[in-house]
């Protein structure tokens, strides 16, 4: 009995039918974009002072431009602490009922020319924001002492990915991929469609909380089912120019944003064509691979008939006995247990997590450093993105050559090294800086984009989608968690993230290479497989003797 790998040769590995549902995929993978790192525009915190009563007034009467307004009527200080007092304190003083000059406003107030003894006050009347457009910060006021809020908004959003991740990758693992698929497609669209229209900050995080239980196991959910229909020697590029796309997705996202600089409307323009993607329902198969898994052999025989049709081949009247064994006749469900009862999977589990939980840190973590500060928020994020290409073609360049774990290993050491330079160097030499920090970005994306691959290519297929799902999760907690590495770590020392991040990826470069090599092997089907994973190669000319022999012993 062949192998659908085996039935792939004959008709089409991935010709016009894979390429037409890998395309329609990849722009699902471009348009999770805008919920993993739409907070940079969405919560976007310009330039803000505290209102007071009566200065625009007075500023209308002396006519001061808004700078002069500024430093007419604002707190300010020399010392790094008092830049937080321009934007959450006011002069607690009465402008209406007093009559300053022009020149020097805040005379009629000080004792002896001293402004320091003005006492100071909490903003009580609102914030004025220099921006020309809208966020949510600036909407609902999430500064200073409402700062945390947006914290919060960020980590609901990773809480969903961490929920929805082991959820949907469970359902996706039971009731089929596409199924699973179009599912995550409707509820984002709608909670994104809400939350565009949402009332206050508490409706708005919950819709966002939403769209983060259903995103993420959409996007890896598409992951999947486009590696399962493509042949082996494909299986690797698809992995990761799906990858690639949300890099797209990048570039798409800062421009659409630079074009519409109000957040409600911005999030419409980026959520509205999700609606499009449900039209997968007749554009999509389910995977074949799923359907063998679940001993669904006519279903996968008709799926994998339509694909050959679709590219222009005829399916061999010898390759079309899909039916499986009679003793592994029962389907087999997906259990949490499988991830952790065999001690190849179990390794392949623990390393795994801990890959992702280090991808999430150093990638975020990087770009939080770096701050991109101080500049255009739009041509920095846009930079910051163009880093993603190299890395990705490099992989294509590399893995099928030399294989998975060293260019990994190579990624995650490069990525460390390169994080202990950029806090190591002084400030001096700043070029030295940034290069090192757009090494250690180049690397950290290479292992975003490898862990993706192998991680699907280490699970038998009935446990794939919830095996990588699981993994994946501890990406999310790394996103919870970085910010407070960032930031909190770095009023210790400015650089201490880095030497954090430096550690954490260099141990990362050794763990991968306790990995089996996956390069050359077929997707496993079954546990027995994937724990012999790191024995040998898996020869397709003995997997089909080994199945002629069994049929021929039955007759």
């Keep these: 009995m062949p192998t659908l790998d085996d039935i792939l040769e004959h008709i089409g590995e991935f010709d016009l039918y894979q390429k037409r549902a890998f395309f329609v995929l990849c722009l699902l993978s471009a348009a999770f974009t805008p919920i993993y790192v739409g907070i940079v525009f969405l919560g976007f915190i310009p330039e803000h002072h505290c209102r007071s009563p009566g200065v625009a007034e007075l500023s209308s009467r002396c006519g001061w431009s808004l700078e002069e307004e500024w430093n007419y009527t604002l707190p300010k200080g020399d010392i790094h602490g008092d830049s937080f007092m321009n934007q959450c304190k006011r002069y607690d003083v009465d402008w209406n009922i007093t009559d300053p000059n022009c020149t020097n406003p805040l005379e009629a107030f000080t004792v002896y020319k001293n402004k320091s003894n003005i006492p100071l006050a909490a903003c009580q009347d609102g914030w004025f924001y220099d921006f020309s457009g809208s966020s949510i910060v600036s909407e609902f006021n999430l500064v200073c002492e409402d700062a945390w809020k947006l914290d919060l908004f960020q980590s609901c959003v990773n809480v969903g990915f ?145 694909i050959a049709k679709g590219n222009k081949k005829k399916l061999p ?106 806090a190591l160097v002084p400030e001096d030499l700043y070029w030295l800086k940034i290069t090192a920090a757009c090494l250690g970005r180049m690397g950290i994306t290479m292992c975003y984009e490898m862990v993706c691959l192998v991680n699907a290519e280490l699970y038998p297929t009935f446990l794939r989608n919830l095996g990588v799902l699981v993994c994946s999760s501890m990406c999310d907690i790394g996103g919870i968690i970085t910010p407070f590495l960032v930031y909190r770590l770095a009023d210790i020392w400015h650089e201490l993230p880095l030497v954090v991040f430096a550690v954490i990826g260099l141990i990362d470069g050794g763990l991968v290479l306790l990995l089996p090599e996956t390069k050359g092997k077929t997707l496993p089907e079954t546990i027995e497989e994937a724990e012999n994973m790191h024995r040998q190669g898996k020869h397709k000319e003995k997997t089909i003797y080994l199945h002629v022999r069994s049929s021929d012993m039955k007759n």
Aim: glycine fraction near 8%.
């Design 317 to 422: 009247p010898s390759m079309e006995n899909l039916q499986p064994e009679e003793e592994v006749s029962e389907k087999l469900g997906p259990s949490f247990l499988d991830l952790v009862r065999t001690p190849q999977i179990r390794k392949h589990t623990i390393i795994l997590m801990y890959t992702w939980f280090t991808s999430s840190v150093l990638y975020q973590g990087l770009i939080m450093h770096m701050g991109i500060a101080g500049g255009n928020i739009y041509l920095d994020f846009f930079y910051s993105a163009l880093v993603e290409f190299p890395a990705a073609l490099i992989l294509i360049l590399t893995i099928e050559r030399i294989g998975r774990r060293y260019p990994w290993a190579i990624a995650n050491l490069t990525a460390g090294t390169a994080c202990l330079i950029t």
């Design 162 to 306: 961490f929920i929805g991740s082991i959820s949907i990758g469970y359902l996706a693992d039971r009731f089929g991929r596409k199924l699973c698929l179009l599912i995550t497609i409707l509820v984002n669209s709608v909670s994104g469609v809400l939350m565009a229209f949402a009332p206050n900050y508490t409706w708005m995080v919950i819709f966002r909380l939403v769209q983060g239980l259903v995103s993420k196991g959409g996007w890896l959910t598409g992951y999947i089912l486009i590696t399962e229909f493509v042949g082996l020697s494909y299986r690797k590029t698809v992995g990761i120019v799906y990858q690639v796309a949300f890099t797209v997705g990048l570039l798409v996202l800062v421009a659409i944003a630079y074009a519409v600089p109000h957040w409600r409307w911005l999030q419409l323009a980026v959520t509205l064509p999700n609606f499009f993607f449900l039209l997968y329902y007749w554009c999509l198969p389910e995977s074949p691979r799923w359907l063998i898994a679940q001993k669904e052999s006519d279903k996968a025989l008709k799926i994998i008939r339509h």
